[in-house]
């Protein structure tokens, strides 16, 4: 028996013992492989009769070992009438020993159903059936991202990608890696991008280019993966008044990209929702004392009406927010986002008001010109 028919047989059981568990189904179920010579588009068919109903209900079942979400099988399947008069209703489902979370999205997107070999499945026949069971222990190693995405240097990489300023680019690995110089090289750009084109989070185009599919997909993808306890927090007190404050921190424009307003600070600027009486800032450890001189601060311990984030890496920087008038730059917004979502409080309130009103216009205006 080859490796792939074991792994059906296994799939086989496994949708027999899910659908004979459903409460009223029981004795209407009939789950077969389907035989190799037939020209029919499916490795299992599961049968249902729904209950008190005429309808037949078919499973369609397409059995992968590894799916990857940029190789989803997209069919369209419509119900269809018998003789009788009653209604054969036909589902595809994938199955597989694992399916991650990323397939199970576009499952559910493309109107498929799924399952794995642990049991947990989302089956549903619409208007008649809906099962979903997850969380259940997986009975397969699950397969390794091939990159690390919550790495500085994967971060110079995203921000490139989602960056508002580049929205509805098209990339090739050369032109990306150049954008972001210094510190990412050619190969960390080539695991970055086969990593998403596989989950299928950019689209390849003809000519050999690439660009990103789902933005507001992939900025929450890189949120989970966002490490926002590298950057060291200092708070500071200072006896200036806001706006002698933000006075004074223009002339720190002039400190080679390493001071830059941040998370409810930035947002202020780039779309305001959210009271804060303190002044969050990114300063490099290069920088640090300058800007406690031109702010009048110094180091508290509790008290701080400043909150300085230093961060691991210079890539914080990259892509700034230009301030108008001379203000300080603030981060870029998918940045102010990402660190919004994470320093707790009215944090989440204030990311939603970045996302809808600096990110998601021009990404969505991006695409109408597509």
């Known amino acids: 028996m080859t490796t792939e028919e074991s792994l059906e047989r296994e799939l086989e059981k496994r949708l027999r013992d899910i659908l004979e568990s459903i409460p009223g189904l029981g004795c209407g179920v009939k789950v077969w492989r389907n035989p190799a010579a037939s020209d029919r588009p499916f490795d299992i068919m599961g049968e249902l009769e729904l209950p008190r109903t ?10 992968k070992e590894l799916p990857r979400p940029s190789q989803f ?33 576009l499952c559910e997107e493309h109107g498929w159903s799924w399952f794995d070999l642990a049991g947990n499945c989302r089956l549903v026949v619409s208007g008649a059936l809906y099962v979903e069971r997850t969380g259940l222990t997986a009975v397969h190693a699950r397969p390794k991202p091939k990159a690390n995405l919550g790495t500085a240097a994967s971060g110079r990489v995203l921000l ?29 750009v080539n695991k970055v991008i086969t990593h998403l ?17 789902d933005a507001v997909g992939l900025l929450e993808v890189w949120r989970k993966a966002y490490r926002f306890d590298r950057h060291r927090r200092v708070g500071y007190f200072t006896l200036l008044k806001p706006p002698e404050l933000q006075k004074r921190l223009e002339s720190l424009n002039e400190a080679d990209g390493e001071v830059a307003y941040a998370a409810f600070s930035a947002a202020d600027f780039q779309a305001p929702s959210v009271r804060q009486n303190k002044t969050w800032l990114y300063v490099s450890d290069a920088a640090l004392d300058e800007f406690a001189e031109v702010a009048e601060a110094k180091r508290v311990k509790s008290g701080e009406n400043l ?4 961060p691991d890496n210079a890539g914080i920087f990259s892509m700034g927010d ?7 730059t603030c981060t870029n917004p998918v940045q102010t986002w990402l660190d919004l979502r994470h320093v707790g409080g009215r944090g989440d309130e204030a990311a939603e008001a970045v996302l809808n009103q600096c990110l998601k216009p021009i990404w ?7």
Request: hydrophobic fraction near 40%; proline fraction near 6%.
């Open 73 to 105: 099988p997209f069919v369209n399947l419509r119900n269809r009438f018998l003789q009788d008069g009653s209604r054969e209703t036909v589902v595809p489902v994938l199955a597989a020993p694992h399916i991650s979370p990323r397939m199970a999205e």
């Open 160 to 188: 490139a990608l989602l960056a508002p300023q580049k929205a509805g680019a098209k990339w090739t690995q050369t032109t990306l890696q150049k954008y972001c110089e210094p510190g990412v090289s050619i190969g960390l």
């Open 364 to 370: 969505e205006g991006a695409n109408q010109h597509v």
């Open 307 to 310: 909150v300085v984030l230093i």
């Open 322 to 328: 230009a301030g108008y008038g001379g203000r300080l």
């Open 197 to 213: 084109r596989e989950e299928a989070w950019l689209e390849q185009l003809d000519d050999g280019k690439f660009r990103v599919k």
């Open 54 to 63: 005429k309808n037949r209900v078919e499973l369609w079942v397409e059995c």
